[in-house]
C-alpha cells in the first residue's frame, strides 16, 4: 500500500512540476513580410489578446488549486504514517488521499476542457498578413 501512494506521490508531482504555464509572452516574429503583403497585428505595445489572458489566468488558477491538493495529499500521508497503529486515524488519512487524487483527476479533466473548448471556439490565427497584390506600373 505504501509503495502504491509513494508511485502516487512522484506521478501527482512530477504532472505539477512538468506543467507549462508561462506569463512570458512569445518572441516577436522577426521576419520579413514577403513581397506585396501587409502585415497585420504589429503594433509597438502589442500583449496578449484578451482570450490569451483569460487562458493565462485559467492555467495559473487550475496550477494553483492543483498544487494545494499535492500539499493535501502530502499532508494525508504524513497523517498516515505517524498514525501509530490508530486504525481510526489511519483511516482518515486514507480517505484524504482518496479524495485528493479525486480533486487531482477533476482538475486535470478541467484544464483539458478549458483547453480544448478555447482552441475550438477561438482558434490560433493561421495568417499574419494579408495578401494585396501591388500594381506598380
Not at 506521490?9 to 507549462?20: E, I, P, V, Y
Not at 487524487?101 to 490565427?125: H, K, R
Amino acid at each position: 500500500m505504501r509503495v502504491l501512494l509513494i508511485i502516487i506521490a512522484l506521478l501527482m508531482g512530477g504532472f505539477l512540476l512538468g506543467s507549462n504555464i508561462s506569463l512570458a509572452q512569445r518572441a516577436p516574429d522577426a521576419t520579413l513580410p514577403d513581397p506585396g503583403t501587409i502585415p497585420i497585428n504589429t503594433g509597438i505595445a502589442e500583449g496578449p489578446s484578451l482570450i490569451e489572458t483569460v487562458s493565462i489566468i485559467i492555467r495559473w488558477i487550475l496550477g494553483f488549486i492543483g498544487i494545494v491538493i499535492f500539499i493535501i495529499f502530502l499532508y494525508a500521508g504524513f497523517e498516515y504514517a505517524t498514525a501509530g497503529g490508530d486504525e481510526k486515524q489511519a483511516e482518515s488519512a486514507q480517505k484524504r488521499m482518496v479524495n485528493a487524487i479525486i480533486g487531482l483527476l477533476i482538475i486535470f479533466f478541467a484544464f483539458v476542457a478549458s483547453n480544448a473548448v478555447l482552441g475550438f471556439v477561438f482558434p490560433p490565427d493561421e495568417t499574419a498578413s494579408i495578401n494585396i497584390p501591388l500594381n506598380v506600373n
